[in-house]
């Protein structure tokens, strides 16, 4: 099957690129978005992803604002042709590679439209291999490139209109492939004793003249076997970004430090020290203080229906609207959240989103079970 990628000199093994090297069921191809108001006034997100091997393309629009989640969700059955990033209303543009991309949500059902535009203000940065295996297979293998920007544009919703200022609404673009769990659960083989506890916390923060990212997995005993820290040049306008990649940009290798003062009752910060430190002696401190949360599974996370690469027919959409304050902070599908914040480290300010997911026990973070908040 060719597609038109196969006019690029891309190829990494003699098949056309529309075929996937991998057998594995749970391969998958992600673009992932925020963006959010500077004061925390609202959040929203954006997905779209194909999963080769399950032969679906799926998508989801969420916004919070005024305490409320208001969220997209479309699937189809995935198009031979791999740069065709349409749902039905749904379509993600590609304007330019590591440059502008589009996100228009025609008038539908749901009452959910949009025209909002990613402007890159950094270089990408890619992020270390993350793998993890339990005691048979490979759960996780994938690679994540980020790169900071802003937005523009409109979002309508409820009978109301958001507008997108460029200057107030920063964000990011999380480009990730490879293999996570994705589709229905696979129910054949011998049990597996176990499940693996997971904690990872992501904080990709905008300063005046630089963006920072600190990212780090641990497992139940607080054993940090994945972490991420780069720091990108921030620029004034897309001309100005000098490539795919930047000379300037400077990643650091250390264990992260973190006290996480958690809301009692839920797995979520109040507040937050986060400490990056590099293996050369550098090190920087962060304080955070969260204004808004977003809940992941309005981008498909945990979703109990609308789960990342389930099957729904040929072409399916729905919408959906909840009160925060009305959910149970610890039912499996609200524990993802994103957090936007208000950090500081000495003299400078900056606005970012902290990502919590915490998944089972925890000595570090204080949690005994699967499911219990914080004391």
Same mark, same amino acid.
């Given at each position: 099957?060719?597609?038109?990628?196969? *006019?690029?000199?891309?190829? +990494?093994?003699?098949?056309?690129?529309?075929?996937?090297?991998?057998?594995?069921?749970?391969?998958?191809?992600?673009?992932?978005?925020?963006?959010?108001?500077?004061?925390?006034?609202?959040?929203?997100?954006?997905?779209?992803?194909?999963?080769?091997?399950?032969?679906?393309?799926?998508?989801?629009?969420?916004?919070?604002?005024?305490?409320?989640?208001?969220?997209?969700?479309?699937?189809?059955?995935?198009?031979?042709?791999?740069? *065709?990033?349409?749902?039905?209303?749904?379509?993600?543009?590609?304007?330019?590679?590591?440059?502008?991309?589009?996100?228009?949500?025609?008038?539908?059902?749901?009452?959910?439209?949009?025209?909002?535009?990613?402007?890159?203000?950094?270089?990408?940065?890619?992020?270390?291999?993350?793998?993890?295996?339990?005691?048979?297979?490979? /759960?996780?293998?994938?690679?994540?490139?980020?790169?900071?920007?802003?937005?523009?544009?409109?979002?309508?919703?409820?009978?109301?209109?958001?507008?997108?200022?460029?200057?107030?609404?920063?964000?990011?673009?999380?480009?990730?492939?490879?293999?996570?769990? /994705?589709?229905?659960?696979?129910?054949? %083989?011998?049990?597996?004793?176990?499940?693996?506890?997971?904690?990872?916390?992501?904080?990709?923060?905008?300063?005046?003249?630089?963006?920072?990212?600190?990212?780090?997995?641990?497992?139940?005993?607080?054993?940090?076997?994945?972490?991420?820290?780069?720091?990108?040049?921030?620029?004034?306008?897309?001309?100005?970004?000098?490539?795919?990649?930047?000379?300037?940009?400077?990643?650091?290798?250390?264990?992260?430090?973190?006290?996480?003062?958690?809301?009692?009752?839920?797995?979520?910060?109040?507040?937050?020290?986060?400490?990056?430190? *590099?293996?050369?002696?550098?090190?920087?401190?962060?304080?955070?203080?969260?204004?808004?949360?977003?809940?992941?599974?309005?981008?498909?996370?945990?979703?109990? /229906?609308?789960?990342?690469?389930?099957?729904?027919?040929?072409?399916?959409?729905?919408?959906?609207?909840?009160?925060?304050?009305?959910?149970?902070?610890?039912?499996?599908?609200?524990?993802?959240?994103? +957090?936007?914040?208000?950090?500081?480290?000495? *003299?400078?300010?900056?606005? %970012?989103?902290?990502?919590?997911?915490?998944?089972?026990?925890?000595?570090?973070?204080?949690?005994?079970?699967?499911?219990?908040?914080?004391?």
């Amino acid at each position: 099957m060719l597609s038109k990628f196969d *006019d690029y000199p891309i190829h +990494q093994t003699a098949e056309p690129v529309f075929h996937t090297a991998s057998s594995d069921r749970f391969v998958y191809d992600r673009y992932w978005y925020n963006g959010h108001a500077k004061d925390g006034s609202f959040y929203f997100g954006i997905t779209v992803c194909r999963y080769p091997n399950l032969g679906i393309l799926d998508c989801s629009f969420s916004l919070t604002i005024d305490d409320h989640h208001y969220a997209f969700h479309g699937s189809r059955r995935a198009p031979d042709e791999p740069t *065709d990033l349409s749902v039905g209303p749904y379509e993600l543009q590609i304007l330019e590679p590591m440059g502008r991309h589009r996100l228009a949500i025609a008038p539908n059902e749901t009452g959910i439209e949009c025209d909002v535009v990613f402007l890159p203000r950094t270089s990408c940065i890619e992020e270390g291999r993350q793998t993890l295996r339990n005691e048979r297979h490979v /759960v996780m293998d994938a690679t994540r490139l980020d790169q900071f920007g802003c937005w523009t544009g409109w979002i309508r919703f409820d009978g109301r209109e958001l507008q997108i200022d460029g200057q107030g609404t920063l964000g990011l673009k999380d480009r990730s492939w490879g293999i996570r769990p /994705v589709g229905d659960t696979y129910a054949g %083989g011998a049990p597996i004793a176990d499940f693996q506890a997971v904690h990872f916390c992501w904080l990709p923060i905008h300063w005046d003249n630089e963006c920072s990212l600190a990212g780090w997995f641990e497992d139940d005993s607080g054993h940090q076997w994945h972490t991420d820290q780069a720091f990108l040049p921030l620029y004034a306008d897309i001309d100005s970004i000098p490539g795919t990649e930047d000379a300037a940009a400077r990643v650091w290798h250390g264990k992260i430090g973190h006290e996480i003062e958690m809301i009692s009752g839920t797995r979520r910060a109040s507040s937050a020290f986060i400490t990056m430190n *590099d293996r050369s002696g550098g090190q920087m401190e962060i304080h955070l203080e969260p204004l808004l949360v977003h809940r992941m599974k309005g981008l498909g996370y945990q979703h109990p /229906v609308w789960g990342h690469g389930k099957w729904h027919g040929e072409l399916a959409i729905a919408g959906e609207s909840c009160k925060d304050s009305e959910l149970d902070p610890l039912a499996l599908e609200n524990l993802h959240i994103q +957090q936007v914040v208000r950090a500081t480290c000495e *003299d400078r300010v900056g606005h %970012g989103v902290l990502e919590q997911m915490h998944m089972g026990p925890s000595t570090s973070f204080g949690f005994a079970d699967w499911f219990d908040g914080a004391k």
